[in-house]
């Protein structure tokens, strides 16, 4: 069980270790870990299954990062959103990382700076891009399509009616920073056996979807 990201961006818990695949291809053109995928382990017996939850820059409306940083490097882009680091003149004091609760900052030790996804800027306005290509890497290469790219400003968008049609929801959204980026919910034929019933509690039937996503990741990550 895995999720499939919407980034604008969106994800959701549904495609299995293809996930890793655009982890190591964004290690690999960056040099550090902005896009990490963890694994849990779920249920016992028949109902035991392998959850796949990746975690990289949720691009806030109110960044965490953008408001400790003491020089101004962290900062959100106003034509697009997209929240970036100065490398310039970063510190590498550590504050924006301490300050993210999703863990989306690294530290580049040989550099002495922080860094960050930048949803691959020097993909997505590549006019020297065919248009289908200008996505972000992780994207572009997810064998089985678990991430998927546009403009979440745009309501009549793709990317748009996923997350609207799935019900995405942020994560962690009690903390009032307001995560761009979408987690969409599994969907039921995809999922693997679950546990009896009788074995877990389950939340009330008229909680919405969204929120049962979140209490599951919740239970999932208090483990």
């Known amino acids: 069980m895995n999720h499939d990201l919407a980034a604008g961006a969106a994800t959701g818990p549904e495609k299995a270790r293809a996930r890793h695949r655009s982890r190591y291809l964004c290690a690999g053109a960056w040099g550090v870990w902005y896009n ?3 694994s849990f382990e779920e249920g016992d017996g028949e109902g035991a299954r392998t959850v796949y939850f990746p975690k990289s820059c949720l691009h806030c409306e109110e960044p965490a990062c953008v408001t400790v940083c003491p020089t101004g490097a962290s900062y959100k882009r106003a034509e697009d ?10 510190i590498g ?18 550099a002495g700076v922080m860094k960050k996804c930048t949803l691959c800027i020097d993909r997505i306005y590549n006019e020297n891009l065919a248009e289908e290509d200008r996505l972000p890497a992780c994207v572009m290469v997810c064998p089985v399509s678990a991430r998927h790219f546009g403009d979440l400003g745009d309501p009549d968008s793709d990317v ?9 929801a942020d994560l962690m959204p009690e ?12 969907r039921p034929q995809r999922q693997a056996p679950c546990p009896p019933v009788a074995a877990r509690a389950e939340p009330p039937d008229n909680v919405p979807p969204g929120e049962r996503l979140l209490r599951w990741v919740d239970r999932v990550l208090s483990r």
């Open 36 to 38: 990490r995928v963890h």
């Open 160 to 168: 748009s009616r996923m997350v609207a049609d799935r019900r995405g």
């Open 93 to 110: 004091c550590k504050l924006c990382s301490w300050a993210c609760p999703y863990g989306a900052r690294e530290f580049d030790e040989d």
């Open 81 to 90: 959103g997209i929240v970036l680091v100065n490398e310039e003149i970063c």
């Open 175 to 186: 903390l009032g920073y307001r995560p761009v980026n979408k987690y969409l919910p599994p």
